[in-house]
């Protein structure tokens, strides 16, 4: 019997599930940063805002199975489409493609793999188990401590710097392939469009880089 086709099947659904999935982890990322900034505003109010987060379990849980759930769509639309541009093209040939679309495509093949990486370690580090690195103890409650202590180590401050401009490339060419499955891809507005991509990565970064640079310039101590 022949498998009925779904939505999923195609190379359009595949793109849209990337799209979406993409869509609410720029939602986190952004809000997780926004979180995050607090640092800058002293003890109190960073492990406040921890221990807030983590006094809503339920909505802990909920964020973390929704983003886990994205990253996995994420990931498998991307295997999928890949290996299907790849099987419907077994030989190598001379593509017509501009210089910035295989820029593009080449750089979220870079970034990609490097973030899984990224978020592996992130969490093992700061979340669970919470690998103290340097010479202190992890705390479970003293989530500023682990921040200014983790950042003390000038090889933890260059990851982190590193995966988040790598992260910065991987949102600007995100949010471009964005636009334009959301239709916005046309000459007229094409400026526009490299424009808000690139000024909500840049954002993006900035912020996050501000955060281990902070701690390395004193401004966090
Ligand atoms: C320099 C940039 C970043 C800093 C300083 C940072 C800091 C932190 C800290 C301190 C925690 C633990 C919070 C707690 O124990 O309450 C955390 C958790 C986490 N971070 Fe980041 N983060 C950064 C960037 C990112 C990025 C770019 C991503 C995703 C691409 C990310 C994903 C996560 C996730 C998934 C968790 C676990 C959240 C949970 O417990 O459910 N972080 N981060």
New binding site residues.
């Given amino acids: 019997m022949q498998k009925t086709l779904t939505l999923f099947d195609t190379t359009l659904g595949k793109k849209a599930a990337l799209a979406l999935s993409g869509l609410v982890?720029y939602g986190?990322?952004i809000a997780?940063?926004l979180g995050?900034l607090q640092v800058f505003l002293g003890p109190e109010t960073f492990n406040a805002y921890?221990a807030g987060?983590?006094g809503l379990p339920a909505l802990?849980w909920t964020?973390?199975i929704v983003?886990g759930s994205a990253v996995i769509v994420h990931l498998s639309m991307m295997i999928a489409l890949y290996q299907r541009s790849a099987a419907a093209r077994p030989v190598a040939y001379h593509r017509v493609t501009s210089a910035a679309t295989s820029y593009a495509s080449a750089t979220m093949k870079f970034t990609g793999p490097m973030?899984l990486c990224?978020?592996v370690f992130?969490?093992l580090h700061?979340?669970a188990p919470g690998l103290a690195l340097g010479e202190y103890e992890h705390s479970h409650t003293d989530?500023y401590g682990?921040?200014v202590n983790a950042f003390q180590l000038p090889w933890v401050t260059l990851v982190?710097c590193t995966?988040?401009l790598f992260?910065g490339l991987h949102l600007y060419h995100g949010a471009w392939s964005l636009l334009q499955t959301l239709g916005l891809s046309h000459p007229r507005y094409n400026a526009l469009r490299a424009a808000v991509s690139r000024t909500i990565a840049l954002g993006i970064t900035a912020g996050?880089?501000a955060?281990?640079l902070g701690v390395m310039f004193g401004i966090i101590d």
């Fill in positions: 982890l986190f990322v997780h940063m995050n921890a987060i983590k802990l964020e973390r983003v973030l990224y978020l992130h969490i700061f979340t989530v682990n921040f982190y995966a988040n992260l996050n880089v955060m281990p």
